[in-house]
């Protein structure tokens, strides 16, 4: 037992010399290595982890805001400007042609002694006018009527005694020809007017000629007197 606890001793002193022995260098060697085996490791990480939460910045975030939808081409201008032009002309013309029918119709009132003056003719958008100038006091009661078949018109100015425009009586009172129609270019579907043969020395009468049947308007203004007649084309 003696020499065996002394063997265990003489052991020990051993070790312990080994321990004691051993260089103080070489042991704050490994310490240091193992730190900054440490110190490599945890700065990789936070490397790591700052490239993923770049990326992850990097991406697309939700926001409030809706996205902002692209606006639809837009057409031409020229195209918008003819579109305009266009709308503008068919609802004046729309409107202007508020009124119009074939039937028999009536404007002014009785008067007597008055003169017509000039006959005035011009096409408008969506129809064409004549107009008759009178030297009076008042519109003189006139009357717009169509034939049977629509193609004459009839303008009956009731006191107007005195015709200064020339136009002499397509007929005679006996149904002869006498004047001459005016004929009216480039303006269908009027073709031509004239006076007719009225036995009412206080009445004149006017025909006016159309290719066809067309809806017509009859109306009249002061300052000066005059009577219209539009008719559709």
């Known amino acids: 037992m003696d020499q065996a606890r002394a063997a265990q001793l003489k052991g020990g002193d051993r070790v312990m010399k080994r321990i004691a ?8 060697s490994g ?21 993923v939460c770049s990326a992850s910045c990097k991406g697309t975030a939700p926001t409030d805001t809706p996205p902002v939808e692209a606006a639809p081409p837009s057409a031409p201008k020229e195209a918008s400007v003819a579109q305009a032009v266009a709308s503008n002309r068919s609802a004046a013309a729309g409107s202007a042609l508020d009124g119009f029918s074939r039937m028999a119709q009536k404007t002014g009132r009785p008067t007597d002694g008055a003169t017509l003056k000039s006959i005035r003719h011009a096409a408008h958008d969506g129809f064409y006018r004549f107009v008759f100038d009178i030297d009076g006091d008042v519109i003189p009661a006139s009357e717009l009527t169509a034939s049977d078949d ?3 018109l009839v303008v009956e100015l009731h ?38 043969q009225v ?8 025909e006016i000629h159309l290719d066809d049947g067309r809806d017509f308007k009859l109306h009249a203004h002061t300052s000066p007197v005059r009577v219209i007649v539009d008719i559709a084309r």
């Open 150 to 152: 629509g193609r004459i």
């Open 199 to 206: 036995l009412d020395d206080s009445q004149l009468r006017y």
């Open 21 to 28: 022995g051993s260089s103080p260098e070489r042991s704050t």
């Open 31 to 51: 310490v240091g290595m193992f730190a900054r085996s440490h110190h490599h490791s945890i700065h990789g990480a936070l490397l790591a982890l700052l490239v």
């Open 159 to 196: 006191g107007l005694r005195m015709d200064e425009t020339g136009n002499r009586p397509l007929t005679t009172e006996s149904g002869e020809p006498f004047g001459e129609a005016v004929p009216v270019a480039n303006a269908a579907p009027i073709r031509s007017y004239g006076r007719a």
